[in-house]
């Protein structure tokens, strides 16, 4: 079994599409953009057969894997050979990918929660709102991009707030001059009936009841598009899951970390001793 570093993106974008119409609930756009899409990719292969592939960050993390239907039985021994040749230490993975999910849970040595995530109902919610949330222009650009990185410590530097005002999908609320709020409505591009919700807001103007309005507004937006609205959050931020539940959404998958190397790491320390 060859693990091949590849750049084919009509062959993985081919892959990938097959494991879409197979996941139990949508995938979490920032995971897709973020994460995934700064891994490596990999064919996997085995006596010149393309078998699938995989998604690896710098870290050694599996951030998402694909066999196709005839090698599906083998996703177990796949997981172990990648663990073996010590290309992956972990995986990040959601519960909407029952088959890899499953071998990866089998070899953890640890699992803990990292995202839950979120589909709504696709009822319109009635909002009690006035507030003018509006489009980011691209004058605006540098503020946004420095209240991502008070707010959340995102540092954007490579385009990801320019290419949402490109496509007009980050959404702003201003009081006096201050920025409170930014709300991205992302219009899928790999998964067409979805659009992925997401909304900061700033510290000194939370406990207001404004995230929950500003996601009621967007919930009917991506409704009235004719789209359906996913969103996620940490396991921490117990705010933002409140205000998601209160805009009609239900957690339908949930990403986890899981360690395999957590007993290495236990014997080294008792070498050390």
Request: aromatic residues 8%; contains cysteine; negative net charge.
């Amino acid at each position: 079994m060859k693990f091949i570093k590849s750049n084919n993106t009509d062959t993985i974008n081919s892959l990938r599409s097959k494991l879409y119409q197979k996941l139990t609930a949508p995938i979490d756009a920032m995971w897709e953009i973020l994460y995934i899409g700064s891994s490596q990719h990999y064919l996997i292969e085995n006596n010149n057969n393309t078998l699938g592939y995989c998604c690896i960050d710098e870290e050694g993390c599996l951030t998402q894997i694909f066999l196709e239907e005839d090698y599906c039985s083998i996703m177990d021994k796949v997981i172990e050979e990648l663990i073996k040749t010590e290309l992956i230490k972990s995986a990040s993975l959601s519960s909407n990918e029952p088959i890899a999910f499953s071998a990866c849970l089998f070899h953890s040595k640890s699992i803990k929660t990292n995202t839950f995530c979120f589909e709504h109902t696709n009822r319109a919610v009635e909002v009690n709102s006035d507030l003018n949330v509006e489009l980011v222009t691209t004058k605006e650009i540098p503020a946004v991009k420095a209240f991502l990185k008070e707010q959340v410590g995102m540092d954007d530097t490579f385009g990801y707030t320019e290419n949402l005002v490109s496509r007009k999908e980050i959404f702003m609320l201003k009081e006096s001059g201050v920025l409170i709020a930014t709300s991205e409505c992302r219009m899928s591009d790999s998964q067409a009936e979805i659009a992925d919700l997401g909304i900061i807001v700033n510290r000194d103007h939370q406990g207001k009841g404004i995230a929950t309005q500003v996601m009621q507004m967007q919930v009917n937006r991506v409704i009235k598009a004719g789209r359906k609205p996913i969103c996620s959050t940490t396991l921490d931020n117990i705010a933002s899951r409140k205000a998601i539940e209160k805009s009609g959404f239900y957690c339908s998958n949930i990403i986890f970390d899981m360690d395999f190397t957590i007993e290495e790491k236990q014997n080294i320390k008792e070498k050390i001793k």
